[in-house]
């Protein structure tokens, strides 16, 4: 197939577009490298040894879509280009609301003027709100408290009227529960350009000398240790589950599918310390701080109907995504 990944030089576009690439599939990145490097590119193409296309635009630019679609002859769309930071998306609204919800919009008038209709949506746990019961299931009622999270649900609405009223289209939404970690070659990875919000990435500054300390937030919550728990997932098993769910768009005859991508089992704050001081054999200085604001105590996904649709399912350990993770900091430390 003709793939395009919008936001494709990101953290999980990156990984998508190897896992895709290595199965023989023709990748196009379209990315406004607002978030990401061009080196990633290079790395990229050394891992798969292929041609990767790469498109240097606004996914925001319907024109300019609308030709690589047509210029690349694209089959299916995976559409990761998106801001992502909590905290930023209550100061900034409207930049949250038109990168988000306007991009996808721009998009889907893309692909209908181009007659592609098959799109992949990257969706987040976080559309499930303060968790009424666990594990999570899709049927979970959905609330947002906060911009970023709302415009993932504007957009999954937006699907779910779209699909409902044209039959030509083939969607996905992918619920991602807390993907971490690194491609096994060390040579790509997460690493944003100011102080990481999310967890994973801040131990590995931390463990690299770069930051002195992790700040825990909050050892109060009702979880055994009291820390926050999560449902991290190895994001190279996050891009597998993108192949997983191209094939199966590809044999449904179901306009809308919605699907949780995580693991099924969570981790504390502190045992993520535990596992990242195992893995990189550095000592994890940390401090208990006051819980942040908006934060869940637990969320982990039932990962039962990704399993039994796409035929998928996460493999990786816990162990295995801090590896990984170390080992491409390390290689940033080194260049
Ligand atoms: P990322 O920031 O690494 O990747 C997003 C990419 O999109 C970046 O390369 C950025 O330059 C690009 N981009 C941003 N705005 C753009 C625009 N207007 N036009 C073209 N490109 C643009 O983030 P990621 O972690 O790879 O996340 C990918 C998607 O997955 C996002 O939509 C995010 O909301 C979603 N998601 C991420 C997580 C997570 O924890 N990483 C969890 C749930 C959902
Ligand atoms: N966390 C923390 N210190 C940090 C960043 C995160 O203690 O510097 C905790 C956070 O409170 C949550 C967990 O780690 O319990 C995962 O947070 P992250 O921001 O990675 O993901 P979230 O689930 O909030 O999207």
Redo the contacts with the bound molecule.
């Keep these: 197939m003709n793939i395009l990944l919008t936001g494709g030089t990101g953290y999980i576009g990156s990984h998508t577009a190897v896992v895709l690439a290595q199965a023989g599939h023709q990748i196009v990145l379209l990315d406004n490298l607002s978030n990401s490097d061009i080196s990633v590119l290079a790395r990229v193409k050394a891992l798969t040894r292929s041609h990767i296309a790469f498109v240097h635009g606004d996914v925001r630019n319907q024109e300019l879509v609308h030709k690589v679609l047509m210029d690349h002859h694209i089959d299916a769309v995976i559409h990761f280009a998106g801001v992502k930071a ?1 905290g930023e998306s209550v100061e900034q609204p409207l930049r949250y609301y038109d990168i988000n919800v306007g991009g996808t919009l721009s998009l889907l008038k893309a692909m209908r003027h181009a007659r592609v209709f098959t799109l992949v949506f990257s969706s ?3 559309v499930y709100g303060n968790p009424q019961y666990l594990p999570i299931d899709e049927d979970h009622p959905t609330r947002c408290t906060n911009p970023y999270g709302r415009s993932k649900l504007h957009v999954e609405e937006m699907l779910a009227d779209l699909a409902a009223a044209d039959p030509h289209w083939r969607i996905a939404l992918l619920r991602y529960f ?1 993907p ?1 970690g690194a491609h096994d070659s060390g040579l790509i990875g997460e690493d944003p350009n100011d102080i ?8 590995a500054r931390v463990a690299a000398g770069k930051l002195e300390c ?5 050892n109060d ?1 009702p979880t055994p240790d009291g ?4 449902d991290y997932i190895h994001v190279v098993d996050l891009a597998e589950g993108h192949m997983a769910a191209l094939q199966a768009l590809a044999r449904t005859n179901q306009s809308l599918h919605v699907y949780n991508l995580g693991t099924g089992q969570g981790y ?2 502190l045992e ?1 310390v535990r596992a990242f001081e195992q893995a990189s054999g550095k000592t994890i200085p940390y401090h208990i ?1 006051p ?2 604001a908006g ?2 105590a637990t ?1 982990y996904a039932q990962a039962a109907r990704a399993e039994a649709a796409l035929g998928w399912k996460a493999q990786r350990t816990l162990q295995d995504m801090c590896a990984s993770a170390w080992k491409f900091q390390a290689s940033l430390v080194l260049e």
């Design positions: 909590v987040s746990s976080t807390n971490i990481p919000n999310n967890l994973v990435p801040y131990i992790l700040r825990v937030f909050g919550y820390t926050g728990v999560r504390s704050v993520v701080a819980r942040r934060d869940i969320c």
